[in-house]
Structures are given as C-alpha cells and as structure tokens.
Nanobody, 124 residues
Framework: VQLQASGGGLVQAGGSLRLSCAASGHNLSRYIMAWFRQAPGKEREFVAGIRWSGGMTAHADSVKGRFTISRDNAKKTLYLQMNSLKPEDTAVYYC??????????????????WGQGTLVTVSS
C-alpha cells in the first residue's frame, strides 16, 4: 500500500489542523492505520490508531480529548483532526499501515508501510 500524507502547516497555539493520508494499492479492510509523530531530537511516537473496518480507535494520552482519528472508506483516506494545538505538538506527522490487523500497536516496528510525513509547527 502507498500512503500520501498532507495537511501540515504553521498554526498558532490553540488552533486546529486536519491531516489527511490518502491510501492506494490494497484492500484496507483488514488493516490497522495509525498516525505517528517525530519531534526534532526525539523518537517517533504513536499518536492515534484505527481499525479500518471500524469499531476500534486508540489515542495517546498526550492527545486524548484534543485529537481525533477517523477514516473515509470510500475515499480511502485517513484523517487526524487536531484541535487545541500546543507548541509541544510540533513535529513531523506520519501515517502508517499495519496489514496484519488485530490490535492497534503503539510500536513503530509493527507498521510495514509509511507515508512521507507532513510538518506541523505550532507557535506560542
């Protein structure tokens, strides 16, 4: 599967952005899809995940209540709605896909396919 992330940009603290990740090439029905982020000098970390077939999502504690992951099956697009953004949310955001399905894993090694990343910068 190929993933193309978009929607990043510069926003003031307290603002909102919506990231998109267009998927192509495979039937996603068994997939787990996720967003990760990597800030300068830090390791890549899990942000949110979703079972593509529906019924299960997960969000990291640091974004719970502010970010929401969703998907549009018809458009084969994954979204991350980010509200109440904070300077510490500044990072390159990546979408990722785990074809094995099952649980929503937080570890980067569980995901086989990655998008190219989109930069989110939150100014104070």
């Amino acid at each position: 599967v190929q993933l193309q992330a978009s929607g990043g940009g510069l926003v003031q603290a307290g603002g909102s952005l919506r990231l998109s990740c267009a998927a192509s090439g495979h039937n996603l029905s068994r997939y787990i899809m996720a967003w990760f982020r990597q800030a300068p000098g830090k390791e890549r970390e899990f942000v949110a995940g979703i079972r593509w077939s529906g019924g299960m999502t997960a969000h990291a504690d640091s974004v719970k209540g502010r970010f929401t992951i969703s998907r549009d099956n018809a458009k084969k697009t994954l979204y991350l709605q980010m509200n109440s953004l904070k300077p510490e949310d500044t990072a390159v955001y990546y979408c990722a896909a785990d074809p094995a399905g099952g649980l929503i894993w937080y570890g980067v090694n569980k995901y086989d396919f990655w998008g190219q990343g989109t930069l989110v910068t939150v100014s104070s």
